[in-house]
């Protein structure tokens, strides 16, 4: 993926994925070197600022992700040990929406980086829907 060279400072634009209850995300653009995250995913795919493409396992797995990035692109790799006649997966392309990611599952939701103040967010864009907040996040 071409990183765009006009990107807010908070947006985090490559590879991502939800390990062991927790989000892992590398921004492209300042990514020195190869980075890996591990462990038993959720999913595992590559992030901009409003669209997710991920690789949802049916059952969490374990993955390994490598996120790399050279002058003009970033990229997400992933990998796992299991033969693939026992893979079974989805696939999401879509949208960074609230409502389309908490309805697609599979901890889909937790994409949405909403930072240290999740627990005030949260609720807010709850209260607002996406149509208020969904350009903003």
Not at 29 to 34: C, G, H, M, Q, V
Not at 77 to 100: C, I
Request: net charge negative; with cysteine; glycine share 8%.
């Amino acid at each position: 993926r071409r990183l765009h060279p006009h990107k807010a400072r908070a947006d985090v634009e490559g590879a991502v994925g939800y390990f062991d209850g927790k989000l892992h995300s590398f921004d492209a653009s300042t990514l020195k070197e190869t980075q890996v995250a591990e462990g038993n995913a959720s999913w595992a795919g590559y992030a901009e600022h409003y669209f997710l493409a991920a690789y949802v396992p049916d059952q969490r797995q374990p993955l390994k992700l490598v996120a790399s990035a050279d002058a003009e692109a970033g990229h997400a790799a992933l990998w796992t040990a299991a033969p693939a006649a026992s893979v079974s997966y989805s696939l999401y392309f879509g949208p960074k929406s609230t409502r389309e990611l908490e309805k697609a599952g599979h901890d889909l939701g937790q994409a949405i980086d909403l930072g240290w103040f999740w627990f005030i967010a949260k609720p807010l864009m709850v209260a607002l829907g996406d149509s208020a907040v969904g350009r903003c996040v």
